[in-house]
């Protein structure tokens, strides 16, 4: 049986090793991380948590895009999962001031250049 070695176990390297895996070879994935996700994936630092999963909302886990495309076909997703289509992906505070990530670009670009300058707003 022949073998193939993924580097990295993100989205890409998991679904490459899935793909090989289903071609018949033999699949070692190398990550460096001390668990799996990639992007997919949120981690702890200094009491805060930082999540990095934006990337379904941002990279289209809906029905019709090519990521679920890919993400049904590795069998990350079940075919009865359901997802959100919030019109904003993100709220972020600072000080008084509310900044919203907005997935329509547009809308971001407009809320982004409204906001005063960082330091009018630390005081």
């Given at each position: 049986?022949?073998?193939?070695?993924?580097?990295?176990?993100?989205?890409?390297?998991?679904?490459?090793?899935?793909?090989?895996?289903?071609?018949?070879?033999?699949?070692?994935?190398?990550?460096?991380?001390?668990?799996?996700?990639?992007?997919?994936?949120?981690?702890?630092?200094?009491?805060?948590?930082?999540?990095?999963?934006?990337f379904k909302g941002l990279n289209?886990?809906?029905?019709?895009?090519?990521?679920?495309?890919?993400?049904?076909?590795?069998?990350?997703?079940?075919?009865?999962?359901?997802?959100?289509?919030?019109?904003?992906?993100?709220?972020?505070?600072?000080?008084?001031?509310?900044?919203?990530?907005?997935?329509?670009?547009?809308?971001l670009e407009e809320e982004l250049?409204?906001?005063?300058?960082?330091?009018?707003?630390?005081?």
């Amino acid at each position: 049986m022949s073998k193939i070695v993924a580097v990295g176990g993100g989205p890409a390297g998991l679904s490459a090793g899935i793909y090989a895996l289903q071609a018949g070879y033999e699949v070692t994935i190398l990550e460096i991380a001390p668990r799996v996700g990639g992007l997919l994936s949120s981690w702890d630092r200094e009491g805060y948590n930082v999540e990095n999963c934006l990337f379904k909302g941002l990279n289209g886990c809906l029905e019709g895009t090519e990521s679920r495309k890919i993400f049904n076909n590795v069998g990350l997703l079940s075919k009865e999962e359901k997802f959100l289509d919030p019109e904003i992906l993100y709220t972020s505070f600072t000080g008084e001031t509310c900044v919203y990530a907005y997935k329509d670009l547009k809308k971001l670009e407009e809320e982004l250049v409204s906001i005063p300058p960082l330091a009018t707003m630390l005081g």
